[in-house]
């Protein structure tokens, strides 16, 4: 996962967003790790209460506060109750409150930018959160035998792995790196329960080029002046989720659960979920997902800024826009 970190720059002030008081709708979890990298698990519900510590005093005034501006004025007093608000947001415990993902996501994308203050804070730690997409206890349970689809498998596949062992599900890897799914191979060698499919999926079928960069390796257009391709580059295959994933559950056979025959949809592939959902989405299969993890990045925004703050605040605006489509 990809970590932004605005140094000394004060985060994008919270857009104007009417933030909605609790109004006993079925209760959907947030999983975060205080920023636009996150996991968002529909229908994970984690077991029990953050321990927020000292912040724990501060929850509840900061929580009245949310509510009475409605995510708006008193930009100062609100930003100072990040870390408690965020640090109960991820499971859904913010006092009065819960989370809408179709009316809150751009509010709360801005809210938790991570900076030096969120960054030092042991309740917002990234490894501490990211955490609950293995550990914590899906509501209701992954089912043995049920099929899951881990998209972003890298080197090593090692979600891909736990979520086997713990739940034996079926798994599919799929990554499109040749250098990367070479390690798959030998890391999974024979090991049952596991199949290895060296192809990315997006929201169409095409063949583009991959900036190889550690766990933040992205697809790019990318050449030299001569036109040739970069050597920290190499070709890969993405193809349409729509096409790909129907082939994956008939050659899966009847045993998969859920409509679609898909019980976990795992995502982390730098910046590719967005068009991973849509595909699922506009092909009618993603409401037969049982239980969706995805693992969101800010998406670069390449036009001209004035400054290094714009230039987040217009990538969050271009990220947020894709998560809410």
């Not at 090692?158 to 890897?173: A, I, K, N, S, V």
């Not at 390796?217 to 036109?227: A, H, I, L, P």
């Not at 096409?243 to 795992?266: D, F, I, T």
Request: aromatic residues 6%.
């Amino acid at each position: 996962m990809m970590t932004v970190s605005v140094g000394e720059h004060p985060p994008p002030p919270p857009p104007s967003r009417r933030i909605a008081a609790a109004d006993g709708s079925p209760r959907r979890s947030f999983v975060s790790s205080a920023g636009m990298t996150a996991v968002l698990s529909l229908g994970l519900v984690p077991a029990g209460a953050v321990d927020l510590g000292a912040a724990q005093a501060q929850l509840e005034p900061c929580a009245r506060l949310l509510l009475e501006t409605r995510g708006g004025g008193a930009r100062d007093e609100l930003m100072s109750c990040r870390v408690p608000l965020l640090g109960s947001l991820h499971e859904d415990r913010i006092p009065g409150y819960r989370y809408n993902a179709t009316e809150d996501c751009h509010f709360w994308a801005s809210f938790a930018a991570r900076d030096r203050h969120v960054e030092g804070s042991s309740i917002l730690d990234f490894n501490r959160l990211a955490s609950y997409r293995l550990h914590e206890p899906f509501e209701p349970p992954l089912r043995p035998n049920g099929t899951a689809l881990y998209i972003g498998a890298h080197r090593m596949g090692e979600d891909g792995f736990e979520f086997q062992r713990r739940h034996q599900l079926r798994m599919h890897l799929f990554e499109p790196s040749p250098t990367f799914f070479r390690s798959l191979r030998q890391v999974f060698a024979g090991a049952p329960g596991i199949t290895l499919h060296n192809y990315g999926l997006g929201a169409r079928t095409r063949r583009t080029r991959l900036r190889l960069s550690g766990t933040a390796s992205r697809t790019v257009d990318s050449s030299d002046e001569d036109g040739q391709p970069d050597d920290d580059t190499e070709q890969v295959l993405i193809r349409a989720a729509a096409e790909a994933v129907p082939e994956v559950l008939a050659s899966a056979g009847p045993q998969g659960h859920g409509p679609a025959g898909v019980e976990l949809l795992h995502v982390n592939c730098e910046g590719c979920e967005y068009d991973v959902v849509e595909g699922l989405r506009q092909a009618g299969q993603l409401a037969g997902v049982a239980q969706v993890q995805v693992a969101t990045h800010l998406l670069e925004y390449n036009e001209p800024t004035a400054n290094f703050h714009e230039n987040v605040a217009l990538s969050l605006q271009v990220s947020v826009k894709q998560i809410g489509r």
